[in-house]
T-cell receptor, first 115, second 110 residues
Framework: NAGVTQTPKFRVLKTGQSMTLLCAQD?????MYWYRQDPGMGLRLIHY???????AKGEVPDGYNVSRLKKQNFLLGLESAAPSQTSVYFC??????????????FGPGTRLLVL | GQNIDQPTEMTATEGAIVQINCTYQ??????LFWYQQHAGEAPTFLSY????GLEEKGRFSSFLSRSKGYSYLLLKELQMKDSASYLC???????????FGTGTRLKVLA
């Protein structure tokens, strides 16, 4: 049981390049999330998904797209990277329902540097 | 608007007790979470409060007052390994989203 995994762990891009970050979870969780974390800003929600085939915008969605074609995978795409997208990206998942103490489980993060 | 406030940084001595406060203003409330995050690592779950009162888990306790929009995380018998950032997050009712504070960086000194 690997939990939540993210690929790649680290990437350097040039301005204007595109890339896809992959998040995979093996816990059969319905909900998945993409956050970015910047110094002094905390975790900010980019996009999230409440089930296979569904996605929704979070707090800072501009410049990103997502897809949830399979329940276990949640992809985050940058079509044309900008230096402002330099950040640490965390994926998280959680089970369906509002059971007490139902927390998110986080992946290890992807460090992205855009030059 | 939605807002969560925490102190930016705190310092404490090994073996001491420290209290990290969190105040929140959110549209709807479905629980408050505390996470620990060591530098360069992912956040890990510490505690959850949905009803008023104190929840205790070993050296860590968390308190919630919904009427005041206030929570605190209490760490007892501090150890060097407790040096980390502590994130307060609120699960908003009617959505599937969490709102995070900016985190409190705790330094434990020998």
């Amino acid at each position: 049981n690997a939990g939540v995994t993210q690929t790649p762990k680290f990437r350097v891009l040039k301005t204007g390049q595109s890339m896809t970050l992959l998040c995979a979870q093996d816990m059969n969780h319905e909900y998945m999330y993409w956050y970015r974390q910047d110094p002094g800003m905390g975790l900010r929600l980019i996009h999230y998904s409440v089930g296979e085939g569904t996605t929704a915008k979070g707090e800072v969605p501009d410049g990103y797209n997502v897809s949830r074609l399979k329940k276990q995978n949640f992809l985050l795409g940058l079509e044309s990277a900008a230096p402002s997208q330099t950040s640490v990206y965390f994926c998280a998942s959680r089970p369906m329902g509002q059971a007490e103490g139902e927390t998110q489980y986080f992946g290890p993060g992807t460090r992205l540097l855009v030059l | 608007g939605q807002n969560i406030d925490q102190p930016t940084e705190m310092t404490a001595t090994e073996g001491a007790i420290v209290q990290i406060n969190c105040t929140y203003q959110t549209s709807g409330f479905n629980g408050l979470f505390w996470y620990q995050q060591h530098a360069g690592e992912a956040p890990t779950f510490l505690s959850y409060n949905v009803l008023d009162g104190l929840e205790e888990k070993g050296r860590f306790s968390s308190f919630l007052s919904r009427s005041k929009g206030y929570s605190y995380l209490l760490l007892k018998e501090l150890q060097m390994k407790d040096s980390a950032s502590y994130l307060c997050a609120v699960s908003t009712s009617g959505t599937y989203k969490y709102i995070f504070g900016t985190g409190t960086r705790l330094k434990v000194l020998a």
